[in-house]
């Protein structure tokens, strides 16, 4: 019998233990402070990019230890959700446990205190008066209610009660502050990840990692539009429509359909001198069935709010600008152009001299605003146009390009620019091609192209070795002859790496002692076939070279031969030249849904109504004694309040004079 009615106590301990675990201060403390913490974390840490931005940023092992404590999005980590749920519980749990003792303590007036108790208050008071104690009541009840108070009172035959409530709702701080805190998270968890993670776990959803067209979505991937909180975005070019959002989750995605299709008829971006975005905007026409288009204009910090979905303006971008390209041709003997049209973010399969390759066009600037050179005046200067691309070979491999539009001036010389790099982790390196008297190509690409005609090359090769050596009779008749080959394998390492490759032959074909000096010999005799050729050149473009050239034709062949040298460090079959292009923007939108914003905005009014009234309002508790002798009335006075003693205990002598002077005034 004994073991059987133990079992209800201990059920009722371990629930009391529990819910005294729950309840407490201290878990409550810390899980606000974690909650704290993962707030900042999440604020100071951009959330939900894609990883390969993260891995740049702090490596591969950094990326991998934030990434197993889900840093990259911490709303929705498994460890964020279980302490806010734990937090909501707790809160509740004291809430349960507290407030129904505090609203019975606001209507609780103590009445039944004894004389005992109140001479032990720190902040008591006794008089003996003359007046009936029927007198002394009605001017203490006059007293007191002009400050405010309400009162109560007892009759306990030889003595009476009187007890005074100030600043009752006090208490109601505490049920406002913790009910705001259950309330916001609520909030949070209604608008948070929860119910995708929910869903990811059973397997009614799965993340899509494949950069792949809407349209080729598969199907568990995608979100039901009756979705009730998400926030996605999408890119809309001008012209076009968009009616659905995309879902940044960890490293993939998930697509949110929407009720509506998202127009974007103009969007518009002013800069600062610096270049920066001073401010943009779009104007958009929300399109739903059967019904009238909605207009409106938004712009950063200023939504469109449509039948629960907000829609931000967040970023813009290149919406598909439509491209007039020619490619100059590296690496042949003739001068080779190819022209064609395409567009940003489109793929081309293209035959070069290194095989079929892929020409990936990924964005267009039409504003390129940098440093200006010291001494000009200006703090900046804008470069013009550019536009980047990818060129794959068959193995997958890329290279990443950034061509400009315009010539771009450099100390007087005007140059084409194109950057190259094999990676996003690393800076562009640029090639600097001279633009020729007409502002163009050509001449560079000529002078190339005459560098890979070898005949041509023997034949320049051979008429400068006569004109060196002249009539003169050499010892070795066959000298000039080995000197033109000479020549002409010099032209031949040049085209293929430069003068890199030119000290690479020596270094393997020379003894270390006369490396120095054979590589001077053969420098000076590249030089002199390449001078050569560049005059053979301007020859054929009408050129009169012989008094010599002018300065800007020497200038143009120095850059060029700086060009050349390093062209085999450039990679690519071709310089990619834009002739002119049709610029087309898009908006990026975030399109939000968010039905706990306002459960959060709740909250947030209970926390404000809660701290204000814990701080500002004071709780104050007054209790008056009363017996009635022969000779009249013995009173006693005492108090206490939720403030610090010291200014309660100001307070309480203030009505003490004040209650002196109406008890014992005539």
């Known amino acids: 019998m004994s073991t059987v009615s133990n079992k209800p106590s201990r059920a009722v301990s371990r629930s009391s233990v529990l819910l005294e675990f729950l309840g407490s201060m201290n878990l409550a403390i810390t899980l606000l402070v974690t909650v704290a913490v993962a707030s900042i974390i999440g604020t100071v840490l951009k959330q ?64 039944n205190v004894q004389e005992q108790s109140l001479r032990a208050f720190h902040a008591n008071h006794s008089w003996t008066l003359a007046l009936p104690a029927a007198e002394v009541e009605r001017r ?14 007892k009759d306990h035959g030889d003595h009476q009660v009187i007890a005074a409530m100030n600043g009752v709702v006090n208490r109601l701080g505490y049920i406002f502050t913790h009910t705001a805190i259950v309330t916001i ?34 199907r568990e991937s995608w979100l039901s539009v009756q979705n009730p909180s998400f926030r996605g975005s999408v890119t809309v070019p001008e012209g076009s429509t968009a009616n659905i959002a995309f879902l940044q989750l960890r490293d993939g995605y998930l697509v949110q359909p929407l009720p509506f299709s998202i127009e974007l008829k103009d969007f518009r971006i002013e800069h600062y001198e610096s270049g920066q975005p ?55 003997a003739q001068l080779e152009q190819q022209a064609f ?64 539009m315009l010539p771009v001036e450099f100390e007087g010389r005007r140059y ?48 400068t070795t006569r004109q060196t050596f002249g009539e003169a009779q050499l010892e070795k008749p066959d000298l000039h002859k080995e000197v033109a080959a000479t020549m002409q394998r010099l032209v031949a390492l040049f085209t293929q790496g430069g003068f890199d490759a030119v000290a690479e032959q020596v270094e393997k074909t020379v003894p270390e002692a006369k490396r120095g000096m054979v590589l001077d010999a053969y420098i000076k005799v590249l030089r002199n076939i390449l001078t050569a050729l560049y005059f053979d050149l301007l020859t054929t473009e009408g050129v009169d070279v012989s008094a010599g050239v002018t300065e800007s034709d020497s200038r143009f062949y120095d850059d060029s031969i700086n060009a050349l040298a390093v062209l085999s460090k450039y990679g ?26 306002t459960v959060v905005y709740i909250g947030f009014a209970l926390l404000i109504a809660g701290v204000f009234v814990m701080f500002y309002i004071h709780h104050r508790r007054l209790w008056f004694w009363l017996r009635e002798t022969e000779t009249g009335t013995e009173l006693l006075f005492a108090g206490t309040g939720n403030r610090e003693h010291r200014d309660f205990r100001l307070e309480f002598d203030q009505l003490i004079q004040v209650l002196d002077r109406q008890l014992r005034s005539g």
Not at 50 to 74: C, H, M, R, T
Not at 283 to 305: F, K, W, Y
Not at 362 to 380: M, Q, V
Not at 572 to 597: C, T
């Open 48 to 111: 939900n990019e894609a990883y390969q931005n993260y891995i740049v940023k702090f490596g591969p092992f950094w990326f991998e230890a934030f990434k197993s404590l889900g840093l990259y999005d911490v709303y929705s980590a498994g460890w964020f959700l279980v302490i806010l749920t734990f937090l909501v519980v707790s809160t509740s749990v004291c809430i349960y446990r507290n407030a129904p003792q505090m609203l019975r303590d606001m209507r609780s007036y103590r009445l």
């Open 140 to 153: 203490l009840s006059n007293v007191m209610r002009s400050k405010g108070y309400r009162m109560r009172r």
């Open 185 to 218: 998270c609520i909030g949070g968890l209604l608008d948070g990840n929860l119910p995708l993670k929910l869903k990811e776990m059973s397997g009614q959803i799965k993340i899509e990692s494949r950069d792949l067209p809407a349209s080729q979505v598969p």
């Open 278 to 332: 001073k401010s943009f905007e779009s104007d958009l026409i929300i399109h739903e069935p059967d019904q009238e288009p909605v207009t409106a204009t938004i712009a950063v910090n200023h939504p469109l709010i449509h039948k629960g979905y907000a829609i931000y303006q967040s970023s813009f971008n290149d919406g598909g600008t439509h491209l007039d390209l020619n490619a100059w041709g590296f690496g042949r």
């Open 341 to 404: 049209k395409s567009a940003v973010f489109e793929k081309l399969s293209v035959e070069t001299a290194q095989g079929t390759m892929t020409l990936e066009l990924d964005d267009f600037r039409l504003f390129n605003i940098n440093p200006a050179d010291e001494g000009s005046g200006k703090k900046f200067r804008n470069f013009g146009p550019n536009f980047t691309f990818k060129l794959r070979n068959a193995a997958g491999e890329a290279r990443e390009f950034e061509n400009y």
């Open 416 to 463: 084409f620019l194109s950057g190259v790099r094999d990676s996003v982790a690393d800076p562009f390196f640029y090639l600097h091609v001279p633009a020729d008297p007409k502002g163009s190509l050509e001449r560079f690409m000529r002078f190339n192209a005459l560098l890979q005609d070898t005949d041509r090359v023997a034949q320049i090769a051979q008429e």
């Open 572 to 597: 690519s079959p071709f310089f990619l030249e834009l002739k002119s292009f049709e610029h087309v923007q898009a908006s990026g939108l975030q399109i939000a849904r968010a039905p706990g914003q």
